[in-house]
């Protein structure tokens, strides 16, 4: 629906995804080492901040209560995709057996309701049987997909310390400069909040959609990786894409720190903010600008908004499947977008340097073997322009757009659109552009 990928389908089709070559053992203990790096580095910041660490975090999800039950199913159901049948089914039941005996235990001790354990707990075991016990093929195939779904769960982790060091690290945030530029679309989240206001059925489904990506994530990429246990791994699948957001998309947090409409001028501002106006009066264009100061615990997560670039790789990976999967991505980039400024997390500018980051991130893993054409550099090249054009255009020149909507509201709105047209014709046009 919207969008096919001619040219996944045809290399489908034709069986050109191929068998994964082997990794050199340099590289798996590479992996292995620069991930306990990450998370014990993490975990030292935690404590020096006083906050969540991954190394506990993870600790709980063993044998604790976990911070997210999604996270860590999600990550699991990924991990199955690389095993037999058999080994899937036996898996599958010992995580739901152990899940449900945390459940009983918890409730015994009146602690809250969650599930998560049991998954953290058999994909573990699962990595230790495929790493001493299985051989050739199904080993690699099993470690591999045990790989990502790890990944998954670990950068999730790493994520939420991250997230604290924002707060902890920038107490002035730019949310003035980002809400007087944003009356060049139209101040959005205000709009998108009186919507939901009046629809509460709605702002629920969007709600329940924004918190449960991972869910649907995880729905594309099985059904890209359904292959692999045949030795069939496709050429790039979602998984690739969505770490690599993770990766690069927070490290803006820190340069550019926002907290959000609901937070900066609305109720959740908790005394910090400087109007609690959203989502019914737009507040007046002040005669200067300034950073604000906020709280040292609330993340400093908006701008860019990788919620919308998450949501766009879905929605992008989704038009390779059946009908039923691209339309279930349409549903989840339009319930998503809605939520982010709907529920007062984002202004509408986080949403297009968002799907900037995501068609330049996204341009520059696709289809390894076309290599770098100049197609591809044109598109990525225009992806950065694109991204950094707008960040700079917010912290620069925000009372200009604002005196401007019309034509500031364009040029954004035009420029992205030429990036869009971009990339579709160079990923996803009847024929590729040639050098």
Request: charged share 15%; hydrophobic share 55%.
């Amino acid at each position: 629906m919207l969008i096919l990928d001619p040219h996944e389908r045809s290399t489908s089709s034709t069986g050109v995804a191929r068998r994964a070559g082997h990794f050199r053992p340099i590289t798996i203990w590479g992996g292995i080492a620069a991930a306990v790096l990450v998370l014990v580095a993490g975990q030292a910041m935690a404590v020096h901040i006083g906050a969540l660490g991954p190394l506990t975090s993870l600790g709980r999800d063993y044998a604790g209560i976990p911070k997210s039950a999604s996270t860590s199913w999600a990550g699991f159901l990924l991990a199955l995709v690389g095993v037999t049948n058999r080994v899937r089914v036996t898996a599958l039941a010992s995580a739901v057996t152990l899940d449900l005996v945390f459940v009983a235990i918890r409730a015994f001790e009146g602690a809250k309701f969650t599930v998560g354990n049991g998954p953290t707990i058999v994909l573990t075991v699962l990595a230790i049987l495929a790493a001493v016990r299985w051989r050739g093929d199904q080993r690699e195939t099993a470690l591999r997909t045990i790989a990502l779904g790890a990944l998954l769960i670990l950068a999730t982790k790493v994520g939420e310390i991250w997230l604290d060091i924002t707060a902890w690290s920038r107490p002035m945030v730019l949310d003035p400069y980002v809400q007087v530029a944003d009356r060049a679309l139209g101040n959005p989240s205000w709009l998108a909040g009186q919507m939901l206001e009046a629809a509460p059925w709605f702002e629920s489904l969007v709600r329940w959609v924004y918190f449960e990506l991972p869910v649907a994530a995880i729905v594309v990429a099985v059904w890209q990786l359904r292959g692999v246990t045949a030795g069939r791994w496709p050429r790039h699948h979602l998984v690739r894409t969505f770490l690599t957001i993770g990766l690069i998309g927070p490290l803006f947090y820190v340069l550019f720190p926002v907290v959000g409409p609901i937070l900066a001028y609305g109720p959740w501002g908790k005394g910090m903010e400087l109007a609690d106006v959203w989502p019914t009066l737009v507040p007046p264009v002040p005669a200067a600008l300034g950073a604000m100061p906020f709280d040292g615990i609330t993340p400093r997560n908006c701008m860019p908004s990788l919620h919308t670039a998450w949501a766009l790789a879905l929605f992008i990976h989704s038009r390779r499947g059946p009908a039923w999967l691209r339309w279930g991505g349409v549903f989840w980039l339009v319930c998503t977008l809605t939520a982010t400024l709907g529920l007062g997390a984002h202004y509408g500018v986080d949403l297009v340097v968002g799907a900037a980051l995501c068609l330049t991130i996204e341009s520059v893993l696709r289809d390894p073997e076309r290599g770098w054409d100049r197609a591809r550099v044109r598109v990525v090249a225009l992806g950065v322009a694109t991204f950094a054009a707008v960040l700079l255009s917010v912290r620069y020149l925000p009372l200009t757009m604002a005196a401007h909507p019309l034509p500031s509201g364009c040029a954004i709105l035009g420029l992205f659109a030429v990036l869009a047209v971009a990339f579709y014709r160079t990923w996803f046009g009847p024929t590729r552009i040639t050098p």
